[in-house]
């Protein structure tokens, strides 16, 4: 290290007795935060999730990792349709509000797209999916989704790591 200073490492086997150690290690990996949207039982939910990623360009493929042991487990993997709302640095309210229930659009300006899913407005970027398939992923499944329309817009993205929300600034 730059100023001679010693970096203290931990290492551990992943299981039930580490199970905090291997959250925390995977905390330090920042990532951005999204808001998953469906329509369920008539109405609309959402749920928030770091857990996005690309999977194909050609087809347009998206995915993300709703966890098992979330009640809104099951609507979402039911889903045929869903949009994924990359959240930007300005709206962790709008996240924790998704943390804490689904139904937390009151405070939100949205609408509706052809299947009924709820399209909230000024986020980064905004995917609007087809679900094409769900895998099983031990305590979460990997739901897959074909993007049939995306938008963005400017704005710098909001980010997730160790439990926190922040934003992203350069390095001098």
Same mark, same amino acid.
């Given at each position: ?15 039930? %007795? ?5 959250? %925390?290690? #995977?905390?330090? @990996?920042?990532?951005? /935060? ?12 959402? &749920? ?8 194909? #360009?050609?087809?347009?493929? /998206? #995915? ?8 809104? =487990?099951?609507? @979402? /993997? ?20 998704? +943390?804490?229930? *689904? ?16 399209? &909230?407005? *000024? ?6 999916? +087809? ?10 499944? &990997?739901? &897959?989704?074909? /993007? ?9 993205? #909001?980010? @997730?790591?160790? *439990?926190? =929300? *922040? ?6």
């Amino acid at each position: 290290m730059p100023d001679g200073g010693q970096r203290v490492s931990q290492e551990f086997v992943p299981g039930p %007795d580490t199970a905090r150690a291997f959250r %925390d290690a #995977l905390g330090r @990996f920042a990532t951005g /935060v999204c808001v998953v949207t469906c329509r369920s039982a008539g109405r609309p939910l959402g &749920i928030t999730a770091n857990s996005f990623a690309s999977v194909s #360009l050609d087809p347009p493929l /998206v #995915l993300w990792s709703p966890a098992k042991a979330s009640r809104r =487990y099951r609507p @979402f /993997v039911e889903a045929g349709h869903f949009a994924i709302h990359v959240m930007a640095d300005h709206q962790s309210a709008v996240c924790l509000g998704f +943390v804490r229930e *689904g139904a937390a659009f009151d405070a939100l300006t949205w609408s509706e797209n052809a299947e009924g899913v709820p399209l &909230i407005d *000024g986020c980064l970027a905004r995917f609007d999916c +087809v679900q094409e398939a769900v895998h099983d992923a031990g305590d979460h499944a &990997i739901v &897959i989704g074909r /993007v049939r329309s995306a938008s963005f817009e400017e704005g710098a993205p #909001l980010l @997730f790591v160790a *439990g926190q =929300y *922040g934003r992203f600034t350069t390095a001098p």
